[in-house]
Each structure stands twice: as structure tokens, then as C-alpha cells.
């Protein structure tokens, strides 16, 4: 661990460098500063919560392949060496992704805690990058609790020149969500007032996560979880949060004939559910099976919706809202990413990743999801029958290495459908009319019908189907209580290794190497 804690120098411009959160980190002549130096600049703090955004872009590019490739929606070939290893649950405490996961998230943390040690300097109007960095500080600790489960938490700076390191043991995963938590909470107060960037951590996305983690640690707080999420579902106005949806009677008449029939209110309804993560589309509406015969591209223009409650800015060329200091200089062009995850794009398929699994297109079918199916899936050689299909992932559709699709950390549905969690409150079915009508928002864009009973099984099932491919799923089914029975018989099915503990990752040996004997290793490896 000593290796990830090293004082912050920070090497960033300050020639273009505005209070708005619409200016970008000039990188073309950078000057290195040291923290003391940094913290005299006018703009200091903001520089400093620009570094956590740029850091954090790090930690989406290998998560795909440790949660939504270690589910039962994707699998991977049998000739890629290392995917197939996580596929299959046989990844190693010595695997390059889990360390590299767990050290994205801790380098995002140091940056972070560089902000909170130094939070009584930054001045009035900057006060809101504090609750940036407490924000950031529980995502990042969000992400590694759910991943590898007892996880140190740590809450500042440490000096690599001392035993500080002894201090941070792992904790029990209450202990952390506690923490988790109590950071969420505290991120509110100092976020509140500050302006809505859908780019930038916001009161509204640290009241929704706050919520999310209440529903995640192992004894739910299902009455907390419930008061958050009504605060911003009953106020979803105030903070511009929605659903694309359009409603039947202003669907696209896509063949002239004034009556806007299933088929073409399906394919408005995927327009809608592709806008959402930016996307448009080339291709035309087909009456038949598959209605929307689209080939999906990004557009920046539409990623920047209601929906979208906060989302991590990646742009092909130059970001309007903040750079990554990792696109070095001499590189082939000043990128803010080579993609959130390369292998989540439709280049996916030459690295043998993101392919539907059986199991998957079970439940995703142009008949069953006649508005996501067209979204979610590329359908090469769609065959829902046979294991060697090429269907894969459509969500992030950019063409290439260099990828411009933001990562969507938090859209409103997810909200919807946690808040319908929270009410149902572990049962098994509610007929409580505020769950029921969350629940019927997020099935009325899908193109489905509403229901008048919620169950647990039909919550977890669409959650399945609306977040595919968004990483969600794994831990879903570990808040669920379902993890063991889903990927047992996923696993028993496809000839897998997984086993109870192996819902964690392994805690990366070389975290476990820096400090001997301090660290215990996950069950199951």
C-alpha cells in the first residue's frame, strides 16, 4: 500500500483556468506546483477537484472486466488468456485488473484526502470543491467495499516516510459503509447551494448514493435509504432530474400513415433509452421483430440530459469540463480518455470480452425488450440458442480505442428503482403505491406494461435488463441476497468455479506484500 501514498505535486496550467465548471485544464505548458504553492493560487482548490475528476477517469477503464464480466450477463472467449481467468472465477490475487482497480481508486482517494487536510484554507466560493473531495473520497471507497469487501478506510494524506500505513487496517464491511456514509452526508452540507454540473458531484447524486450504500452494507437501512430517495423522487423537478420518455400520443409516425402503431411507439421509446447515454442513431424503422434497425453512434450533444444525474466526461479530443494530466504531452493525440473501457465498446469483440451470455438473452429478446433490446445489444450473429452468438455490448458504441462516451456514474431510473427497493424494504412483494408507480416510470420507457404488484424477483429482473452492460448487476445481486443462488447455478451451467467468497475479489498481493502479515487475504483464495 505504501506506494500509493506519496505527497501530491500537481503539474497544471493555470493560464486558461476559470471558476466554471465549462473550462478546461490547459496541459500544452504545464508548471509544476507544490502543494503549499497551489493552495496560495486564486484558484487553487478548484485545480485540486479538477485532479480527483481527472483522476477518477482512471478507475472506470478496467471495472467492466471485474463486475459485469464476473456476472451472468457477459462472458468471454476461451482463447484471451486473462478475461476468461475472471469470466470463470479463477482470477488471481496477482492479477493486473484487481490490483490496478484498487490502486485507481486509492491514487483518486489521495487526491481527494489532499483537498480535506487543507479544507479550512479553501475560501467561501470554493468551498464546494471540499464536498467534491468527500464525495469522491466515498465513491472511490463505495467502489472498493463492494468489490473486495473489508477494506481499509482511508481519510487522509499519509507520509510514506512513517509507520502511517499500520494505522489504516482493513475494516469490517460495516465499519466501512458507516464511513461511506458519514462521508456522503457530509458532501451534502458543503454541496448544497453549489451549481448543478452533471459533470461535477452534486447535492442530489451524494443524497442518491448516501442511499445506494445504506441499501448496500451487509444490515440494510432500508428507512434511511427511503427518506433520501423521496427527497429527491418527490423533488425530482427542482433538481432537473427525469426519464427521457415520450409518451404515445407525441411518438414518431416513422411511416406517414397518421396512427402511431406498437412498432413505431417502441422505436421512439429506444431513441429515448439510446439518448440517454448519449447516443444517436443511423439507420431507419423497420415494422417487424426488431423495430429500430440502428446503428448507434455518440453525439456529445445528447449526453448532457435529465437523466443523467452525475457522469464522468470523457471527449475524444478536449473536455469542456476537465483534463486528464495521464495524456501525456508526447502522445499520439491530448485526450481526456482512451475510452472508459475499451472492451465495453463495440471494439469489445476483438478482445473476446463483452459477449451476451445465454442466460442473458433469455430475458433480453426483441419480443421481451422490444425498446432496450435494439440499445443494448449488437446483434453480429444474433442466436439466442447457440453459445458460439457474437451479440454484444451497443451502449457505448464509440469506434476504436480513443472513446468519447461518458461513463454514467448515476442516471435518474436508477434512483426510481432504488427507491422502490427501499419501500419494499426486503420482502418479497409490496402493493405500496409509491413503490409501485417508481416502478412503473422506469417499465413505461421500456415499452412494458405497468404492474400493480411489485415483487422482489420482478425488481431484480428489471434492474437486469435496464442496467446491462452498466456494471450494476454483480452488485445487485449481492444486495439482493441472490448472489450465491444466481452465479451458483450460472456457474454450475456453464462449467465455472464460482464459489460463495469468490463474489469478492481477491485483496491484490502486492497491496498485501508492502505491509506483511497486516492484510488477510479474501476467502476463496
Not at 411518438?251 to 413505431?264: H, L, N, R, W
Not at 422490444?370 to 443494448?376: G, I, K, N, Q, S
Request: charged share 20%.
Amino acid at each position: 500500500m505504501k506506494n500509493i501514498y506519496k505527497n501530491i505535486i500537481v503539474c497544471f496550467s493555470f493560464m486558461t483556468l476559470l471558476t466554471s465548471c465549462e473550462t478546461e485544464l490547459d496541459l500544452s505548458n504545464p508548471t509544476a506546483l507544490s502543494l503549499e504553492e497551489l493552495l496560495q493560487t486564486d484558484d487553487g482548490f478548484i485545480a485540486l477537484s479538477n485532479g480527483v475528476l481527472d483522476a477518477y477517469q482512471k478507475v472506470p477503464a478496467n471495472e467492466f472486466y471485474l463486475t459485469e464480466l464476473r456476472s451472468d450477463n457477459s462472458r468471454a472467449n476461451s482463447e484471451n488468456g486473462n478475461f476468461p481467468l475472471i469470466s470463470s472465477y479463477n482470477v488471481d490475487p496477482n492479477n493486473g485488473d484487481v490490483a490496478t482497480y484498487y490502486s485507481n481508486n486509492m491514487h483518486t482517494i489521495k487526491h481527494a484526502n489532499t483537498i480535506i487536510d487543507n479544507r479550512f484554507l479553501a475560501s467561501e466560493s470554493q468551498q464546494y470543491t471540499v464536498g467534491e473531495a468527500y464525495f469522491m473520497r466515498a465513491l472511490c471507497h463505495f467502489n472498493l467495499v463492494r468489490a473486495y469487501q473489508n477494506v481499509p478506510y482511508i481519510d487522509k494524506v499519509l507520509d510514506v516516510t512513517t509507520e502511517e500505513a499500520l494505522d489504516y487496517p482493513q475494516l469490517p464491511e460495516a465499519e466501512v459503509y458507516a464511513k461511506i456514509i458519514d462521508d456522503f452526508k457530509t458532501s451534502i452540507a458543503y454541496l448544497d447551494g453549489a451549481a448543478q454540473n452533471k459533470y461535477r458531484p452534486s447535492k442530489g447524486a451524494a443524497i442518491s448514493l448516501a442511499a445506494k450504500a445504506y441499501l448496500s452494507q451487509p444490515s440494510p437501512n432500508y428507512t434511511e435509504a427511503e427518506l433520501l430517495l423521496a427527497s429527491v423522487v418527490q423533488n425530482n423537478s427542482a433538481y432537473n432530474y427525469e426519464l427521457l420518455y415520450t409518451d404515445r400520443a407525441n411518438a414518431e409516425d416513422f411511416d406517414g400513415d397518421g396512427i402511431v402503431s406498437d412498432s413505431e411507439y417502441y422505436a421512439t421509446l429506444a431513441i429515448d433509452f439510446g439518448n440517454v447515454f448519449g447516443n444517436d442513431f443511423s439507420g431507419g424503422y423497420q415494422e417487424g421483430e426488431i423495430v429500430l434497425d440502428a446503428d448507434w453512434f455518440n453525439s456529445s450533444g445528447l449526453e448532457l440530459n435529465d437523466e443523467v444525474i452525475f457522469s464522468i466526461a470523457y471527449d475524444l479530443v478536449s473536455s469542456d469540463n476537465y483534463a486528464t494530466s495521464d495524456s501525456g504531452l508526447d502522445d499520439q493525440v491530448e485526450t481526456d480518455s482512451e475510452s472508459h473501457s475499451f472492451s465495453m465498446t463495440l471494439q469489445g469483440p476483438s478482445n473476446g470480452v463483452n459477449i451476451a451470455t445465454l442466460e442473458l438473452l433469455d430475458v433480453m429478446t426483441p419480443v421481451l425488450q422490444p425498446v432496450r433490446f435494439p440499445v443494448t445489444l449488437d446483434a453480429i450473429s444474433y442466436n439466442p440458442a447457440d453459445i458460439t452468438n457474437d451479440t454484444f455490448n451497443a451502449k457505448f458504441p464509440t469506434d476504436g480505442e480513443i472513446g468519447d462516451n461518458d461513463w454514467i456514474v448515476l442516471r435518474y431510473a436508477d434512483v426510481l428503482l432504488l427507491y422502490a427497493e427501499a419501500i419494499l424494504a426486503g420482502a418479497d412483494s409490496t402493493t405500496d403505491i409509491r413503490a409501485i408507480d417508481a416502478f412503473n416510470q422506469v417499465r413505461a420507457r421500456a415499452g412494458l406494461e405497468e404492474v400493480a404488484n411489485l415483487t422482489k424477483a420482478g425488481l431484480l429482473e428489471e434492474r437486469r435488463a435496464e442496467f446491462v452492460y452498466e456494471n450494476q448487476r454483480l452488485y445487485d445481486l449481492v444486495r439482493f441476497g441472490e448472489a450465491d443462488n444466481v452465479l451458483g447455478a450460472f456457474s454450475t451451467a456453464n462449467s465455472l468455479n464460482y464459489t460463495s467468497g469468490k463474489k469478492y475479489l481477491p485483496f491484490p498481493q502486492r497491496e498485501m506484500d508492502n505491509l506483511p502479515n497486516f492484510y488477510s487475504q479474501n476467502n476463496g483464495y
